[in-house]
Nanobody, 122 residues
Framework: VQLQASGGGLVQAGGSLRLSCAAS??????MGWFRQAPGKEREFVAT????????YYSDSVKGRFTISRDNAKNTVYLQMNSLKPEDTAVYYC??????????????????WGQGTQVTVSS
């Protein structure tokens, strides 16, 4: 499975962006978003179940970000509202079969996109 992330850019604090991640083939695996800021470790942002019926968020984005998926288009989205400068990072999408482990653990995901830069100015 190959993943292609897009939609990043430069936005002012308080603004919105919508990230997309298109998979090369149909997948009903868990699909997640992670981010990595300069000098920091990659961190979990959000994930969604194969059916789209269950979603999970990190505390830092809960209430501001919304993850969704369109299985007909093999695409997962991350709608980001009320953006803050601390949201600045490279955002990665990921997916993979259930190999065990927490949904927030990056080791749980086998396939990763190339990342898209999100920069929030103050």
């Amino acid at each position: 499975v190959q993943l292609q992330a897009s939609g990043g850019g430069l936005v002012q604090a308080g603004g919105s962006l919508r990230l997309s991640c298109a998979a090369s083939s149909r997948t009903l695996y868990l699909m997640g978003w992670f981010r990595q800021a300069p000098g920091k470790e990659r961190e979990f942002v959000a994930t969604i179940s194969g059916s789209g019926g269950s979603t999970y968020y990190s505390d830092s984005v809960k209430g501001r970000f919304t993850i969704s998926r369109d299985n007909a288009k093999n695409t997962v989205y991350l709608q980001m509202n009320s953006l803050k400068p601390e949201d600045t990072a490279v955002y990665y999408c990921a997916t993979g079969p259930n190999l065990g482990g927490s949904y927030s653990d990056n080791l749980r995901y086998s396939y990763w996109g190339q990342g898209t830069q999100v920069t929030v100015s103050s």
